[in-house]
C-alpha cells in the first residue's frame, strides 16, 4: 500500500522529507510501530529504525496531517559512493579553474616597460607578429630597425594603458615568447592546482599565490 509521511532525523527530530512512500510491512500497525525497512525518499534512502502512528506520541512535531511519522537515520554512504562523490566534486571544480586561469592569462604580461593584455585575440595577433618577426631577420632584417614591417612606419604595439612601444623585428620575437611564456605559466599552474584538488586538497583557485 502507498502512505504519506513525514521523516524526522532521530538525533533532533527535525522534519527531513515529506511525500508518499510504498509500505511492504505494515503487520504491527495496531502496535504503532512496524519495521519497513528502508524508505526511497526522492531518490535518497534513509534506514527506518522505527516509526509510529500514535497520535499522542509524537504531538509535538506532527507538522503535517498523513498517514504516519517515520523517526530515521540517514543511511551511511558506502566508501564507492563517498569517492564517486568526491570525484564528481573534483570533476565540478575543473572548469572553475580554467576559468580563473582564462581570466588571469587574460590580464596580461609586462614587456619593456609596459602592460600588455593576453586575451585569446591578443595572444593570437602576439603570435602572429612574432612569427612576422622571426621571418623578417631571416631575411635580413637588422637590430634597431622599426620598419622591418612596413618601410613607411615604425612597427608599434598598442599595450594596456593605450600607449605604444615600437619594436625592430629581434625585440617582437622577444614580446611573443614572453607572451607564451605568461600564457604557459598560467596552463602549467592550472593543471597543477586540478592536481591538487583531484588529491585531496582544499584549495581557494581565487588565491594569487596558486598563479605567476
Same mark, same amino acid.
Given at each position: ?40 525518499? !526522492?531518490?535518497?534512502?534513509?534506514? +527506518? %529504525?522505527?516509526?509510529? @502512528?500514535?497520535?499522542?506520541?509524537? *504531538? /509535538? ?53 609596459? !602592460?600588455?593584455?593576453?586575451?585569446? +585575440? %591578443?595572444?593570437?595577433? @602576439?603570435?602572429?607578429?612574432?612569427? *612576422? /618577426? ?60 586540478? %592536481? ?17
Amino acid at each position: 500500500m502507498f502512505a504519506s509521511f513525514v521523516l524526522y532525523d532521530k538525533t533532533d527530530l527535525r522534519s527531513m522529507a515529506t511525500g508518499r512512500c510504498l509500505i511492504e510491512d505494515l503487520s504491527d500497525q495496531d502496535n504503532g510501530e512496524a519495521n519497513i525497512g528502508v524508505i526511497h525518499v !526522492h531518490e535518497t534512502p534513509y534506514e +527506518v %529504525d522505527d516509526w509510529t @502512528i500514535d497520535p499522542d506520541a509524537l *504531538a /509535538a512535531i506532527k507538522e503535517f496531517p498523513c498517514d504516519f511519522y517515520a523517526v530515521a537515520s540517514r543511511r551511511a554512504k558506502s566508501p564507492e559512493e563517498l569517492e564517486g562523490i568526491r570525484q564528481a566534486e573534483i570533476a565540478d571544480s575543473f572548469p572553475l579553474v580554467d576559468a580563473e586561469r582564462d581570466r588571469r592569462t587574460a590580464g596580461g604580461f609586462d614587456f619593456g616597460g609596459k !602592460h600588455f593584455q593576453a586575451r585569446p +585575440v %591578443d595572444v593570437q595577433n @602576439i603570435t602572429g607578429a612574432s612569427v *612576422a /618577426a622571426a621571418v623578417a631577420v631571416m631575411n635580413g632584417a637588422i637590430p634597431g630597425d622599426l620598419r622591418w614591417s612596413d618601410a613607411n612606419e615604425d612597427f608599434r604595439w598598442i599595450a594596456a594603458d593605450n600607449s605604444t612601444l615600437a619594436m625592430d623585428a629581434q625585440t617582437t620575437i622577444l614580446f611573443g615568447q614572453a607572451g607564451m611564456a605568461h600564457v604557459s605559466a598560467h596552463v602549467f599552474a592550472g593543471r597543477s592546482i586540478k %592536481d591538487r584538488l583531484a588529491a585531496g586538497e582544499t584549495l581557494d583557485i581565487t588565491d594569487a599565490a596558486l598563479w605567476p
